[in-house]
Structures are given as structure tokens and as C-alpha cells.
């Protein structure tokens, strides 16, 4: 017998209920965007911490390397269906997200070469756990696992993963360049919002083209959060303008002026100064009593 998806797809009330919470998570990350003023940076962790960071993730890397290795030699063992992927586009996006992503925050980062460099790898390991820390937790029950201790082969695999991806979100904290500001959050929120809309469908393997199209943008939306942590200033949230300014203006006033200025040679301002009207001394006015 042959398995065509790595999980099974949800069902009747569960799609429902997946959808709901995906939709509540992602109404409190939007609120948390508003509530977000402005752009914050995480302290800089010590030299100890930056240390235990990079042992953990190594760590964590390896044991994901060798649980992964020892996962697929016992599924051929036990497994008796045989699961075949189907091919999709979804590794060649994520490659092509990766290698944009890396050339962007190398390139518009504006310190030396090591911190371009360090920033650069940092976003492109980073950027694709954003996506896959939900989207595992979200599939984790429903992956097509070897018997005869299902949930044995679910802690193997996942355990290392889940705290892989976590040590890797950790490392945006090596960066000067990551602040936490809030695009992240309502981008975050949308991502989690195309996740709602693809648990009403099922939130299938990829093979169609509603799971393959949800998993493309959703991932999308993760590289431009990672984009939005490592450069927020090109995302300006909406200011309101000051009374008088001459972005309030329309442009045939703004353009007017600009004409009658350069007629009169005087500068261009948003309101002219009042000044007090200086008249000439009235001689009569000026003329003392004992002269009249």
C-alpha cells in the first residue's frame, strides 16, 4: 500500500476548531502590534550567553541529525506502507526565499564585513523557522508515524526539530541589527491568518493547488517578517501629519505657492510668520502740549 502525504489531512469539526484558534492567535499578535510603539532591540547577551546560545543550537542540530537518521531506519523497518512524497515547487521557493534573503541583509546591512556576513546567515537559517515552528506544531498529531509505538517515533522526531528551530530563533539575538517592531507582529498575524484559511481546507499535504498556494505565501510572509526584524525602518507605520505642513496641502496649493515664491524671491513656508504692523508716528500725534 502506498501513502501519498507525509500527514493526514484535517476533517470535519477539527478543521474548524484548528482554524478558530489559528484566527484567535492571530488577533493577539495584531493587538500586540498596536499596542507596539516603536522599534525595541534585545539586549546583547554576554560573552557566557552567546557561548551557551551556539553550544545549544549545535547541540540541538546534531541530536535532530541523528534522531532524524535513526527515525527513517526504523519506519523502512516497521513501516508497512510506503510513503512517497510527491514533487512540489515548495523547496525551490524556500531555496530562492533563502538565497534572496541572504543577499538583501548582506548587502543593505550598513556595518563591516563580519557583521553583513554574520546577519546575513543569521536571516537565512532564521527566516524558515518562523514558518515551520507552527506549521509542525499545527501537523505534529497527524503525521503518518511507523507503528508499533507511534507516539515514541513522534517525540524522536519532533523533540530535536521543535528545539532546533527554537535555538535557531535565538540566534537573532547575536545580531545588531534585529529589532522587534511592529510589522513583525502584524505580518506574523497574517501569517497565521493564511494558516486559518488553509485549516478550513484541510491543511493537506501540498500536492493540490490551495495547500501548495497557502504553503508558498506562508512562507513568503515569514522571509518578510525576518526582513521586517532585521530593517523596521522599511516599514514605517502610518504618522499623522502636523497642522500646516505642507504635505497636508493639496498639490495645486503647494504648487501656487511655489510659483508666487519664486516670483516674489521670498522662501517657501508652510504659514508666514505674523509680525506686527510697524506704522509711521502720527506728527500730529507725536507733538507735545507746550508746542501747540
Not at 51 to 77: E, K, M, N, P, Q
Not at 126 to 144: G, K, S, T, Y
Not at 148 to 174: G, H, N
Request: hydrophobic share 55%; net charge positive; with cysteine.
Amino acid at each position: 500500500m502506498t501513502e501519498s502525504s507525509l500527514w493526514a489531512s484535517y476533517g470535519g469539526t477539527a478543521r474548524v476548531v484548528l482554524a478558530l484558534i489559528l484566527i484567535i492567535a492571530a488577533g493577539g499578535l495584531a493587538y500586540a502590534g498596536i499596542r507596539f510603539r516603536r522599534p525595541v532591540r534585545a539586549a546583547r547577551p554576554s560573552r557566557t550567553a552567546t557561548i551557551c546560545i551556539l553550544l545549544a543550537w549545535v547541540f540541538s542540530g546534531v541530536a535532530f541529525l541523528v534522531c532524524y537518521a535513526i527515525t527513517v531506519d526504523l519506519g523502512r523497518h516497521y513501516h508497512t506502507t510506503k510513503v512517497v512524497a510527491p514533487a512540489d515547487p515548495i523547496h525551490l521557493v524556500t531555496a530562492t526565499a533563502v538565497l534572496i534573503l541572504f543577499v538583501i541583509v548582506f548587502i543593505a546591512t550598513p556595518h563591516g564585513l563580519w557583521v553583513r556576513l554574520t546577519s546575513a546567515v543569521i536571516a537565512a537559517i532564521a527566516a524558515p523557522m518562523l514558518f515551520e515552528l507552527p506549521f509542525d506544531l499545527i501537523i505534529m498529531a497527524r503525521v503518518n508515524l511507523p507503528a508499533p509505538d507511534p507516539a515514541w517515533f513522534l517525540a524522536m522526531f519532533f523533540a530535536p526539530f521543535v528545539a532546533l528551530q527554537l535555538t535557531t530563533l535565538s540566534l537573532l539575538r547575536l545580531s545588531p541589527m534585529v529589532r522587534l517592531s511592529r510589522p513583525a507582529f502584524f505580518l506574523l498575524a497574517a501569517m497565521l491568518l493564511v494558516f486559518a484559511v488553509w485549516a478550513l481546507a484541510g491543511f493537506g499535504y501540498p500536492n493540490a493547488p490551495v495547500p501548495i498556494a497557502m504553503n508558498v505565501v506562508g512562507k513568503i510572509l515569514a522571509f518578510v517578517t525576518a526582513l521586517s526584524l532585521f530593517f523596521p525602518e522599511w516599514f514605517p507605520p502610518r504618522r499623522r501629519r502636523e497642522p500646516g505642513s505642507l504635505a497636508e496641502e493639496p498639490p495645486y496649493v503647494r504648487d501656487k505657492r511655489s510659483f508666487s515664491s519664486e516670483r516674489t524671491g521670498a522662501p517657501l513656508m508652510a504659514s508666514p510668520p505674523a509680525r506686527r504692523a510697524r506704522t509711521a508716528p502720527d506728527p500730529a500725534d507725536s507733538a507735545s502740549p507746550a508746542g501747540r
